[in-house]
């Protein structure tokens, strides 16, 4: 007796049979989990796009004072980043860092120095960009002529720990390249430090520099382009299954 009419007689099914069977689930399967990654990509489309409108609000609202120290724990970047603040007190000149910058006007580097408020809290700010070849001490300190205490409005921003793109600080050398709140204040012996730091508006400084008011706010949005990509992989799938159905059983 040969082995298929054994198998015939016995109820047996082919193994090819089998195989597509097992191709027409793992296809379905597959349709399923990409239906549920291209829903999870539009809720992060909404959230994003309410995101923008809530920044956007924020941006063009009228200032407020910067959160004080009871407030400093509930500050989170959801709903307080890019929210226009204002603040007064004393400028610490002499523990002034450099952050590396690029921008519209090409490389150089944000001056951020320590401001002491009336609490006897300090807060970064963020005084503007000066260009590379601007960054010596007479061109840094150049709007620093005024000793009393001064008024800066701008965008409350959220610290940016470790470093930059493949560039980690180096607090020991004083080289940075991102706006790290705790570090700077550590290496610079700076105490009770909000954990934001304040990116100041374009109001001039006196000889110039530095330039304020050129933060960048944009968020990258491509959660349609997602969505559509795996709803697209979804019915290629689902077609794939209904095509491997349809072979198995003819």
């Known amino acids: 007796?040969?082995?298929?009419?054994?198998?015939?007689?016995?109820?047996?099914?082919?193994?090819?049979?089998?195989?597509?069977?097992?191709?027409?689930?793992?296809?379905?399967?597959?349709?399923?989990?990409?239906?549920?990654?291209?829903?999870w990509q539009m809720q992060r489309l909404?959230?994003?796009?309410?995101?923008?409108?809530?920044?956007?609000?924020?941006?063009?609202?009228?200032?407020?004072?910067?959160?004080?120290?009871?407030?400093?724990?509930?500050?989170?970047?959801?709903?307080?980043?890019?929210?226009?603040?204002?603040?007064?007190?004393?400028?610490?000149?002499?523990?002034?860092v450099l952050v590396q910058a690029m921008t519209e006007r090409g490389a150089g580097f944000w001056v951020l120095t320590p401001m002491r408020l009336a609490d006897d809290t300090s807060v970064l700010i963020n005084r503007g960009f000066v260009p590379s070849d601007r960054s010596d001490p007479a061109a840094r300190l150049a709007s620093e002529i005024a000793a009393g205490p001064v008024t800066v409005t701008g965008l409350l921003r959220i610290?940016?720990?470790?470093?930059?793109?493949?560039?980690?600080?180096d607090p020991a050398n004083d080289r940075w390249f991102s706006r790290d709140v705790a570090a700077i204040a550590a290496s610079k012996g700076i105490a009770d430090i909000t954990p934001y730091f304040i990116d100041a508006d374009a109001t001039p400084n006196a000889g110039g520099l530095p330039i304020g008011g050129l933060t960048v706010v944009s968020f990258r949005n491509s959660h349609l382009v997602?969505?559509?990509?795996?709803?697209?992989?979804?019915?290629?799938?689902?077609?794939?299954?209904?095509?491997?159905?349809?072979?198995?059983?003819?």
């Open 1 to 39: 007796m040969s082995i298929e009419r054994q198998r015939a007689e016995e109820g047996a099914t082919p193994p090819s049979r089998n195989a597509r069977r097992a191709l027409t689930s793992a296809l379905l399967l597959l349709a399923a989990v990409f239906v549920a990654l291209g829903t």
């Open 46 to 96: 909404f959230w994003k796009l309410d995101l923008i409108e809530r920044v956007e609000a924020r941006i063009h609202a009228e200032p407020v004072p910067a959160p004080a120290r009871a407030a400093w724990r509930a500050v989170s970047r959801e709903t307080d980043e890019y929210r226009r603040v204002v603040a007064t007190g004393l400028f610490q000149h002499d523990k002034t």
């Open 159 to 169: 610290s940016e720990p470790g470093g930059g793109f493949l560039r980690a600080n």
């Open 226 to 250: 997602y969505a559509l990509t795996w709803y697209a992989l979804a019915v290629m799938s689902a077609v794939g299954a209904w095509y491997v159905y349809r072979s198995r059983r003819a």
